[in-house]
Each structure stands twice: as C-alpha cells, then as structure tokens.
C-alpha cells in the first residue's frame, strides 16, 4: 500500500489495490484505489465524479465548465432575465435512480430583488427533449409566492423551458439543513412515476414529491441534468457538482433528526421540527 | 510509512515523509507529513495554518491554537460593538487573501464574524463576515473603528451556504480595486463586492474577526493562504 498527495491532476495513473491518494485541491476526503480504479471517497460515502463528457449544452449562454480538480464546476454569468443553464445527458431505460451531490456558491440577494422569483439555483432533474420541459430537485435563493420575504428553498421546481418562469411543485425552507456537510439530491423514475428525494446523510432518503410521468411531462422525460440558473443582474453565481450516479433504484428510508445525526427533516418550517 | 493516531497536540515529532496522523481532536480530516512539514487536509484541500496574529481591542477575547488552527473566544460578550481583532501586514499588491473558518455563532444581532481589511493609521476596517442582522446574512461593512459600524455596503442572506461542508472567504486587492468574495468549494469564487482600494481607507493589513456583541462567540480559523 502506498500513500501519496498532490493535485487532483497529478494522482497516480498507476496504482495497486489499497493505495491512498489524498488530493490537496480538490473535494473530496481522500482516493483509494481498488487496483483499477481510484474510489473517491467523502465522509464515508463513496461518490462517482460526473463525467463531464457525457453531458451537452442546453441554454448555454455564457455559462463555462471547469474540471480541472475533478468535479464540474459551473460558472454562470448575471442575467437580468431568469435562465437555467444545464448540462443534460440521455436517461438510461426505466427504472433508474439518479443521485448527486453538490455544492454551490450563489449569494442571496437581499432588497435587491423583484417580486418576479428572481434569485439562484441549483439541482438536478428530468428533461423532455421533444418538448424542452424540466422538472427538478434543487435549492434555491428567492420567494414563495409574488411579494412573499425571500429565503434558502428546497424545491421542486418545473418549467416549460430554461428560460421560463417556474412553478413550485414543492417549497421547503433550507435552513433545518445546515448541520449536514452536503445536502444529497435524488430523482427516480419506474417508468409511470417520477420521485424526488433528498438527504442529509447520503444513505438514507426522504421522498418530498411525486407524481405521475406524465402528469407535468407531455409523454415522458428522456433526459437527465444539472443546472445552475441566474435571474439577477448583478453578481454571477456557481456550482460544483461532486457526485452523479446512476444505479439500481433504492429503497428510501426515513430519517429522524436527532443530535448527533445529519438532520435530512422535510424544512418545512412549521410542520417538522429540528429534534424529530 | 507510519500511522498514527492520537491529539493534535501528540502529533509524532520526528515523522518521516509519507506519515499519516488521524486526529481525535482537531477540524482537519488527517495530517500528512510531506517531508518538512505536516500538509493539514480537510474533504481533498491542503489548508494553511494561520500565521502569528497581532491582537487589534483583544478586550476579553483569547486566543487558542491547542486543537490546530487559531480558536478566538470572547466569552464574556460585550453588549455592544466590540471587535476582536487577529491581524497581520497585507502582503504586496496585487494579493488575494483566502481564509476558512467554523464559527460557533448563535443568531441573535449582531454577532459578526470573518475577514477583514485594516488601515492601521485610521484604524478603520472594510470587514466580510457572516452574522445575524435580523436574519442569517454575509455583509460587507465599513467601520470606523472596532467598536464603531458606519455603512453596510453589500448584504446577502446566508441560507444558500447550507449545502457546503465549508465556506471558504477571500478577500482581493488587485492593486486598484478592493474585492470580496466566497467559495461554496474553495476552489471557485465568485465576488460579493468591490469598491476602489482608497475608497474610504487604504488597507495596510488585513485579519480576522468576531464581534461578540451581546453574546458569548467563539470562532475557529482553519486555514489562512496569503498569495
């Protein structure tokens, strides 16, 4: 066994079974090889870096990629319109299960911003080619409703196009989610329902949403993504995607939050309180 | 190769290159000795230990370095704007100074807490913290002195830091502008504010802080890279 360090760039193309790597630019707790590839591991949870390649562009923009230390760093300049700017890639055949992590880096606009939902987010979620709709898990920085006060938002948004103005299939207030050191995001599709999750251990889940494939969909979703979206003119926002799987569907369970444990309570607001 | 584990404080005093030592008492995900000195690891990124600070209205406050990093503690609460001050020299310009820190901070006004800009002959600061201002918010403050608030020049909601493990500040002197910025993964940043660099101060040095306010505040700064 061998351990080394250096950049994300720099570890070792050659390794054997049980080498460590610990990367000194990059995000996750260390790399361990199982002599044929490197295993990216982060708070005891083994995460799969999202190929950047398999992705394409929808609604571009000015939006950039940078993967120099291993996940996808998106970039998306200001936008005095709204704007999701996705990396989507084809869904695999029915049922699957799509779980990520990520970590983004929006400021929260405060007085600054309109009663139009303008704000940032982030997540992952469907896309139907045929007809450009969206449907997603993400958080978000902005109001529930015309005038309403503007907070952190766990959501499920839907829209017709990246570029239009998105309905709230579910609004759920952030902050229960600070004491976990990522928020996970989950979306499954059976092939007549779709279902959205989240949690605050990466292990166990809990269902926020779900619907009939076709209740929002024309037909159905054939198309996956993450997205970073702008509507606000004057700070440009970012996010790091570090985790993108694709296995079998899993089975969801419930978590309580208690102390000591990563709270992954539904935020929200009145109806779950931070002790279970 | 040897690994160890143990305090921080215990950490092997003779370690050869390669060393691991997991901690049963400190903030970093293990230390790693590269042959001169121990590389200071948390979730993939090399952190930097702080540098020897210079107290600016220590007051009450104290400082401990027993658990790594540099802890600053005011226990006593001040009732009113008191900065406790950790600062050093500003490197030449153009610099960018990032910093990382665990702060222990309730949300009760207006307890405040990062990094900051200092003129050391006005004694005036240009601070980026992250506090509670009649909700969880990151601002950018003018102040006159450490006691003496004058203009909030940027506010942000804090909720969208929910989702990173740590939030990473930097502060940016460019040699014409003074910049402000996070990272939700310490690598990217995206800017917050900007003003001139002799716009109401001329910063000499820079640091960190807490304003503990009306209530007991402890911070942590984990990692200091000057560059």
Same mark, same amino acid.
């Given at each position: 066994m061998a351990v080394s360090t250096g950049t994300y760039a720099n570890r070792p193309s050659s390794h054997s079974a049980g080498d460590i790597y610990l990367t000194t630019?990059?995000?996750?707790d260390y790399l361990v090889s199982n002599g044929s590839k490197w295993r990216h591991l982060y708070s005891g949870f083994e995460c799969e870096p999202p190929i950047n390649s398999e992705f394409s562009w929808v609604n571009q923009g000015g939006a950039s990629i940078i993967t120099a230390n291993g996940g996808v760093f998106m970039r998306a300049p200001v936008s005095s319109t709204g704007n999701l700017r996705l990396r989507a890639k084809t869904a695999p055949a029915t049922p699957y299960t799509l779980t990520a992590a990520i970590l983004p880096a929006f400021p929260g606009i405060?007085?600054?911003?309109?009663?139009?939902?303008n704000g940032f987010g982030c997540g992952i979620g469907f896309r139907e080619s045929g007809t450009g709709k969206l449907s997603m898990i993400g958080f978000r920085f902005g !109001?529930? !409703?015309? !005038?309403a006060l503007f907070y952190g938002l766990l959501d499920v948004m839907q829209f017709s196009s990246p570029t239009a103005t998105g309905t709230s299939a579910l609004n759920a207030y952030a902050e229960t989610l600070v004491s976990s050191p990522i928020t996970w995001l989950k979306v499954t599709n059976t092939g007549t329902t779709l279902t959205y999750f989240f949690s605050g251990d990466g292990q166990n889940f809990q269902q926020v949403y779900t619907e009939d494939v076709d209740a929002y969909f024309t037909t159905a979703p054939d198309e996956l993504f993450f997205t970073l979206s702008v509507f606000c003119a004057t700070h440009d926002a970012g996010v790091t995607l570090i985790h993108w799987s694709l296995p079998n569907p899993a089975v969801t369970m419930r978590t309580f939050g208690m102390f000591g444990v990563l709270p992954s309570l539904k935020p929200t607001g009145n109806y779950f309180g931070a002790f279970g | 190769m040897a690994i160890t584990t143990g305090t921080y404080a215990g950490k092997p005093g003779a370690p050869s290159s390669g060393d691991i030592h997991f901690l049963t008492d400190s903030f970093y995900d293990l230390l790693y000795y590269n042959g001169a000195s121990w590389d200071h690891l948390r979730h993939g990124k090399l952190l930097t230990l702080p540098p020897s600070f210079a107290w600016i209205n220590q007051g009450t406050a104290s400082v401990s370095t027993t658990n790594g990093g540099e802890t600053l503690t005011? =226990? =006593?609460?001040? &009732? =009113?704007?008191q900065c406790r001050i950790r600062k050093t020299a500003a490197p030449s310009t153009p610099y960018t100074v990032t910093m990382a820190y665990l702060p222990t901070l309730r949300g009760a006004n207006y307890l405040f807490g990062g990094a900051l800009f200092r003129e050391s002959s006005s004694g005036k600061l240009r601070s980026l913290h992250l506090g509670f201002n009649a909700a969880g918010v990151i601002e950018v403050y003018a102040w006159n002195s450490p006691t003496a608030p004058v203009t909030q020049l940027a506010v942000f909601r &804090?909720?969208?830091?929910? &989702?990173?493990?740590l939030i990473f500040w930097r502060l940016e002197d460019d040699g014409t502008n003074r910049k402000f910025h996070f990272s939700g993964d310490g690598i990217n940043f995206i800017q917050l504010y900007s003003e001139g660099r002799t716009t109401g101060m001329t910063a000499n040095e820079v640091g960190w802080f807490i304003d503990p306010y009306s209530q007991a505040q402890t911070a942590t700064l984990i990692h200091w890279k000057e560059a």
């Amino acid at each position: 066994m061998a351990v080394s360090t250096g950049t994300y760039a720099n570890r070792p193309s050659s390794h054997s079974a049980g080498d460590i790597y610990l990367t000194t630019d990059s995000f996750w707790d260390y790399l361990v090889s199982n002599g044929s590839k490197w295993r990216h591991l982060y708070s005891g949870f083994e995460c799969e870096p999202p190929i950047n390649s398999e992705f394409s562009w929808v609604n571009q923009g000015g939006a950039s990629i940078i993967t120099a230390n291993g996940g996808v760093f998106m970039r998306a300049p200001v936008s005095s319109t709204g704007n999701l700017r996705l990396r989507a890639k084809t869904a695999p055949a029915t049922p699957y299960t799509l779980t990520a992590a990520i970590l983004p880096a929006f400021p929260g606009i405060e007085g600054s911003i309109s009663d139009t939902k303008n704000g940032f987010g982030c997540g992952i979620g469907f896309r139907e080619s045929g007809t450009g709709k969206l449907s997603m898990i993400g958080f978000r920085f902005g !109001g529930i !409703g015309v !005038g309403a006060l503007f907070y952190g938002l766990l959501d499920v948004m839907q829209f017709s196009s990246p570029t239009a103005t998105g309905t709230s299939a579910l609004n759920a207030y952030a902050e229960t989610l600070v004491s976990s050191p990522i928020t996970w995001l989950k979306v499954t599709n059976t092939g007549t329902t779709l279902t959205y999750f989240f949690s605050g251990d990466g292990q166990n889940f809990q269902q926020v949403y779900t619907e009939d494939v076709d209740a929002y969909f024309t037909t159905a979703p054939d198309e996956l993504f993450f997205t970073l979206s702008v509507f606000c003119a004057t700070h440009d926002a970012g996010v790091t995607l570090i985790h993108w799987s694709l296995p079998n569907p899993a089975v969801t369970m419930r978590t309580f939050g208690m102390f000591g444990v990563l709270p992954s309570l539904k935020p929200t607001g009145n109806y779950f309180g931070a002790f279970g | 190769m040897a690994i160890t584990t143990g305090t921080y404080a215990g950490k092997p005093g003779a370690p050869s290159s390669g060393d691991i030592h997991f901690l049963t008492d400190s903030f970093y995900d293990l230390l790693y000795y590269n042959g001169a000195s121990w590389d200071h690891l948390r979730h993939g990124k090399l952190l930097t230990l702080p540098p020897s600070f210079a107290w600016i209205n220590q007051g009450t406050a104290s400082v401990s370095t027993t658990n790594g990093g540099e802890t600053l503690t005011d =226990a =006593a609460g001040a &009732s =009113a704007h008191q900065c406790r001050i950790r600062k050093t020299a500003a490197p030449s310009t153009p610099y960018t100074v990032t910093m990382a820190y665990l702060p222990t901070l309730r949300g009760a006004n207006y307890l405040f807490g990062g990094a900051l800009f200092r003129e050391s002959s006005s004694g005036k600061l240009r601070s980026l913290h992250l506090g509670f201002n009649a909700a969880g918010v990151i601002e950018v403050y003018a102040w006159n002195s450490p006691t003496a608030p004058v203009t909030q020049l940027a506010v942000f909601r &804090s909720e969208v830091l929910f &989702s990173s493990p740590l939030i990473f500040w930097r502060l940016e002197d460019d040699g014409t502008n003074r910049k402000f910025h996070f990272s939700g993964d310490g690598i990217n940043f995206i800017q917050l504010y900007s003003e001139g660099r002799t716009t109401g101060m001329t910063a000499n040095e820079v640091g960190w802080f807490i304003d503990p306010y009306s209530q007991a505040q402890t911070a942590t700064l984990i990692h200091w890279k000057e560059a």
